[in-house]
């Protein structure tokens, strides 16, 4: 499986961006999605997670209620809308991917990563 990022960039505080990651080479619909993040000197950190049929999503504190995961099944692609962006946000944000039935919100348990793209905040 093949994960590849787009939609990262610089947005001022309070602004939206929404990120996209299109997926290859494996049977999307029986893929468990994710989105991680890492910011400089951290660790990479769960952000938000989606199931087969979107009909069930976790999010990491920080992020609820201002980010929404969501897929698309008949292209491939899961989404990541980020709205009310916060300079905290800055990071590299990753896709993930994990062949499983329920969703998942450890790192570790992940298959599957896309190269990454950088979302950056400014105040």
């Known amino acids: 499986v093949q994960l590849v990022e787009s939609g990262g960039g610089l947005v001022q505080a309070g602004g939206s961006l929404r990120l996209s990651c299109a997926a290859s080479g494996g049977t999307f619909t029986r893929l468990i999605m994710g989105w991680f993040r890492q910011a400089p000197g951290k660790e990479r950190e769960f952000v938000a997670t989606i199931n087969w049929t979107g009909g069930s999503t976790v999010y990491a504190d920080p992020v609820k209620g201002r980010f929404t995961i969501s897929r698309d099944n008949a292209k491939n692609t899961v989404y990541l809308q980020m709205n009310n962006l916060k300079p905290e946000d800055t990071a590299v944000y990753y896709c993930?991917?994990?062949?499983?039935?329920?969703?998942?919100?450890?790192?570790?348990?992940?298959?599957?990563w896309g190269q990454g793209t950088l979302v950056t905040v400014s105040s």
């Open positions: 993930a991917a994990v062949r499983t039935i329920v969703v998942v919100t450890t790192r570790d348990r992940y298959e599957y």
